[in-house]
């Protein structure tokens, strides 16, 4: 079974890739309120994701038997005065996400819970997926800042992005 402490810290991750979800929803509107579909797109896909993040732990607090407990989700910024301010929030916002499941492994080492340091290794790898595509991002934009026609071509990029399940999902059922 899942100690109390542990399930508290799952718990309260969830409510963090809640609010990861919030967030990245808030900026895909403010993207399409920009004209930028591309980068709306996104986000949107990003809010789909961290949806998925919640539902991992989720899953997993129910296959140990544990109970979730759903809390209140904090408010998000609704208004960003560039596309690169919004990714720049995205990475430093993934770095602090970065050292949530940093913490939460140095629990389950700390409490012996094998199983849950195995669950996160998951989290681990994704994190510095997340991190390295915000900072790309952030690259690209700073490239062709003040250029409107760079903006242009890479949001055009940026609707490419398509979603798919992440694998401890696809592979749940
Ligand atoms: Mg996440």
Redesign the pocket.
Same mark, same amino acid.
């Given at each position: 079974m899942l100690s109390v402490r542990m399930q508290n810290a799952l718990n309260a991750q969830i409510n963090a !890739?809640l609010w990861?979800a919030y967030l990245y929803l808030s900026m895909s509107m403010a993207a399409t309120d920009k004209g930028l579909k591309g980068i709306a797109n996104w986000f949107a896909i990003q809010f789909k #994701? #961290?949806q998925d993040?919640a539902q991992i732990f989720i899953n997993y607090i129910h296959s140990r038997g544990g109970r979730v407990t759903l809390a209140p989700i904090a408010e998000v910024d609704t208004e960003w005065d560039t596309a690169l301010a919004m990714f720049e929030q995205t990475l430093t916002h993934e770095r602090k996400?970065t050292s949530l499941i940093n913490d939460l492994y140095n629990l389950a080492i700390e409490e012996k819970d094998h199983a849950t340091k195995n669950m996160l290794d998951w989290f681990i790898d !994704?994190q510095v997926e #997340?991190e390295e595509s915000a900072r790309d991002i952030i690259d690209q934009l700073n490239m062709v800042e003040g250029n409107k026609f760079g903006l242009y071509m890479l949001d055009k990029e940026m609707a490419a992005r398509t979603y798919s399940t992440p694998s401890p999902l696809a592979t749940a059922e």
């Open positions: !890739e990861s #994701e #961290e993040h996400v !994704e #997340e």
